[in-house]
């Protein structure tokens, strides 16, 4: 996944807290990728958002960990195939 385009991406208007982490590409293909997390009880979870032009594709919470650093270490350890794999799931 490549270094994001732009120092501040413009927000997610469904989801205004969740950051920008980079970008996903393949051939003409492009996504920004956005990681959403929120407190759940004791824990934090997180979801992942691809956007490309006005199109948006979220995942459900699917990440839940102890603390919101927990959470971004765990999106870290996807690859690209599998950020890949997670977007075409949700088309």
Known sequence: MGQPQHPLPAALPEAPTARHLGDLGRADERWRVF????????????????????????????LLEWSEQDVLHRFNDFSAVELWRLLESLG
């Open 35 to 62: 990681l959403e997390t929120r407190a759940q009880g004791q824990t934090v979870a997180g979801r992942v958002h691809f956007v490309q032009g006005d199109l948006t594709r979220s995942s459900a919470w699917i």
